[in-house]
């Protein structure tokens, strides 16, 4: 559980012990009690499996997978994927390879649905770049959607991080993109649900990404 599970799950708890015990009656406690008891769903973080092996890439959110495609990049062309979380999908965000961040940079913006193909663009974001061991970099974004309103992200530049570790959340509906280099070869296609720091994305062709 993250802790804003429990925080928000907590005050509801209170709330709807106040309004029971001053109005004296059981049903004003119902809405706040429902409210808390999807917030600690919601917050959930459950313990996930990473797959071993080199160059592997797993995915740094729960989703549905809604785009692949070649795209040009001031570094060159590079492949995305861009897996939407819905309400009802794990927000906990993980990264994608083991490495040493070498950039995070927040960028404010709009809060398009996050099925919108220019909310990758247009959206407040979160912008992270991992330099595996071999030196080949893969770029993750954490993407505010329509009723996202706050991404939180619990590493600074010049951290190591393993593959899948949890690094973040995106709090409520939101999008993941993933930068990746024009040869890796991609596991996964549109349609396809995934499960942050579990589901292969990708794989490497220098193979050196732990």
Do not use: C
């Amino acid at each position: 559980m993250v802790r804003d599970g429990y925080i928000y799950g907590l005050s509801l708890l209170a709330v709807a012990v106040a309004l029971v015990w001053a109005t004296g009656g059981w049903a004003w406690g119902v809405a706040p009690v429902l409210l808390a008891a999807f917030f600690l769903w919601f917050f959930r973080d459950p313990q996930r499996t990473v797959p071993a092996g080199l160059g592997l890439v797993v995915s740094p959110g729960d989703g549905l997978v809604t785009e692949t495609v070649s795209i040009a990049t001031p570094d060159g062309p590079r492949q995305r994927i861009s897996i939407f979380l819905s309400v009802f999908d794990v927000h906990v965000n993980r990264s994608p390879i083991g490495g040493v961040l070498t950039g995070v940079r927040y960028q404010k913006g709009q809060y398009l649905n996050a099925m919108n193909p220019a909310s990758a663009d247009r959206n407040e974001q979160n912008v992270v770049t991992v330099r595996g061991a071999d030196g080949v970099e893969v770029t993750f974004k954490q993407i505010a959607g329509l009723l996202a309103r706050r991404i939180v992200f619990n590493h600074r530049e010049g951290e190591a991080v393993e593959r899948g570790q949890r690094v973040g959340l995106i709090k409520f509906g939101s999008r993941v993109d993933v930068l990746l280099p024009a040869d890796a070869v991609l596991q996964v296609k549109v349609g396809e649900r995934v499960k942050g720091a579990a589901s292969v994305l990708a794989e490497l062709q220098s193979g050196g990404a732990q």
